[in-house]
């Protein structure tokens, strides 16, 4: 597992953001967020940047770039 379908997974899990949800509130499929958490697709650039938006990350965070989670200024 990657290390944003990782994160991904624990911050759904965390915040109780039901896939169902996340997928409505991005305008995709439930099987698209299904296969981000499992690594097997990754978000376009844009629904990147909008799942960051949700969880009040960054996208160096989501992605693995830095190991220290923090919102965003």
């Not at 990782?6 to 997928?23: S, V």
């Not at 099987?31 to 160096?60: F, H, K, Q, Y």
């Amino acid at each position: 597992m990657n290390k944003f379908a990782q994160r991904l997974t624990e911050y759904l899990n965390w915040k109780k953001i039901p896939h169902k949800k996340l997928a409505e509130d991005l305008g995709v499929s439930v099987r698209a967020v299904d296969r981000w958490c499992t690594g097997e697709n990754e978000p376009t650039l844009d629904n990147l940047m909008r799942v960051c938006d949700i969880l009040g990350e960054s996208a160096d965070y989501m992605l693995g770039r830095v190991d220290v989670a923090g919102k965003r200024e």
